[in-house]
């Protein structure tokens, strides 16, 4: 019956269909290293609408908005950080026209907070597990976050736990399945989500079928990689797919968003529903 209960936080989202959702990637945040300071924050905000509205015409069924460019990144980010986000979807809202996301990398409460400030409707973070990482240890705590969501009174607002962290490599010895299982058990994701080793590299994906198999009442998405000749094939499998990369100019991570090659990622997905 809990579980039935979470589902129905992306049901009430997305329907029956297998959700598709973009990246906004937000450019660095003033205190990071790569900060155009010359382009300052007018330049941010230029930069994330005109993703959005690429993305919007596209017909992504999603959008989430992300600090990928704060390199490096921290566990705990400066609220300057989670301020300017705050400020840039602030300025935003009014055109967004789809369901929206946040991630502040690799900061679940901070997360958690731009979501409240936002009105986002789902969160993306690395929630479980113990990973030696580049930048460090990697101990996320997914009790004190959802308890931080709950205080905030955003009891609605759905989870998605990145359960392979990307720049990282687990110290479980469990399988990624075993892993996926056990988190849903203990920490009631409302979606597992399988990632390559890096931004932009794809999940394996014996390892998306494996977690679906074990996992067949529980929303799991492909997280990082998912291109134009693969994503008929894993939306076979996965629930839903998160994308950013391949929607970029030359599909570069960091370039900005190509309308036409997003417009032909929506087209190949739409073959299919």
Do not use: C
């Amino acid at each position: 019956m809990e579980e039935f209960a979470l589902s129905k936080k992306l049901k009430g989202i997305f329907g029956d269909k297998k959700p598709v959702i973009a990246m906004v990637h937000i450019g660095a945040l003033p205190g990071a290293p790569l900060y155009d300071k010359d382009g300052g924050l007018d330049a941010l905000l230029d930069g994330a609408r005109k993703d959005l509205h690429a993305l919007q015409d596209a017909g992504f069924d999603a959008v989430m908005f992300g600090n990928e460019n704060d390199r490096p990144y921290e566990f705990k980010v400066d609220m300057a950080s989670t301020a300017t986000m705050a400020f840039l979807i602030g300025q935003l809202r009014s055109e967004i026209k789809i369901p929206f996301g946040v991630n502040v990398l690799w900061d679940p409460e901070s997360s958690i907070a731009l979501a409240a400030a936002t009105g986002a409707r789902f969160v993306r973070e690395i929630f479980t597990g113990t990973y030696a990482s580049d930048m460090g240890p990697w101990t996320p705590n997914a009790g004190k976050a959802m308890r931080y969501r709950d205080r905030l009174g955003r009891e609605d607002l759905a989870l998605l736990y990145n359960i392979s962290a990307e720049f990282a490599h687990s110290l479980d010895q469990r399988s990624v399945a075993d892993r996926a299982r056990s988190a849903v058990f203990s920490s009631i994701p409302d979606a597992v989500l399988v990632s390559g080793t890096i931004t932009g590299e794809a999940a394996a994906i014996g390892d998306i079928d494996a977690v679906k198999r074990v996992l067949p009442d529980t929303y799991v998405f492909a997280n990082t990689g998912v291109k134009h000749a693969t994503v008929r094939d894993t939306l076979k499998i996965a629930d839903g797919v998160i994308v950013g990369s391949s929607l970029k100019v030359d599909g570069h991570t960091w370039n900005a968003v190509d309308p036409e090659r997003a417009k032909e990622f929506m087209r190949l997905v739409n073959m299919d529903r």
